[in-house]
């Protein structure tokens, strides 16, 4: 009875066995059938839209070189309010204006031996910000600045034009879902023209990426970047996303 016992209970084993792995086949093959039967199509939606910058930061710097420190301090001081007069008559109020710290150097003091030999000892320097939504007020400001070389202010360029009024796009954030929906509908009438051909229709969206968000400005310049040059109130804001849409 126990030999028997133990046969039944073998042979009962391995047809439980041979059922699980037949029905695994039989689900494995549903499954292949079912993802055969999903077409997908996938594209790019592109945006192009023309924007004005709606904010403004221009830093205008400045310096003086001397041997006379309080003598110095009276020059850049009377250069400040120069400036500060220049941007009061073009209609910047002081709320708009940022005055920088005077900052001094005492080229004796330096550990290099270059400063030893300099005929000039003191170099101080200062300079006004502007932030501002005036867009306007700055781009027309940055063409009269001959005006400061003429009462004797040199206005320091900077380096790789980071004097250069930078202008921004403020309210990006909000154009960003006018943007990401308008590249959504470029993206469907491209997949739908694509299924009309092959005698499809478009379905859902399967997966979407937003890719990439850059800003342009009238020169060409890539401006997405944080340090980009920004010096074009005109801007390009391009929107290139890809989207999956299941088609039926």
Known sequence: MERIGAATIVAAGLLVAAGLAGGGFLVGKGMTGFKSDVRTVTVKGLVEREVRADEATWRLSFRRAGNALPELYAAIQADRAAVVAFLHARGF???????QPTRAADKLAQDYTEGREAKLRYVLST???VRTRNVDAVHAATGATDALVKAGVLVDTGENGIANPRYAV????????????EATRNARATATQFASDSGAVV????SANQGNIQIFGTDGHDESAPYAPTSTPEKKIRVVSTFEFALR
């Open 127 to 129: 300079g006004v910000v």
């Open 93 to 99: 109020t002081d709320a708009e204006l940022e005055i």
């Open 170 to 181: 403020s309210r990006f954030n909000a154009l960003r879902p006018q943007l990401l929906a």
């Open 203 to 206: 379905g859902r969206i399967v």
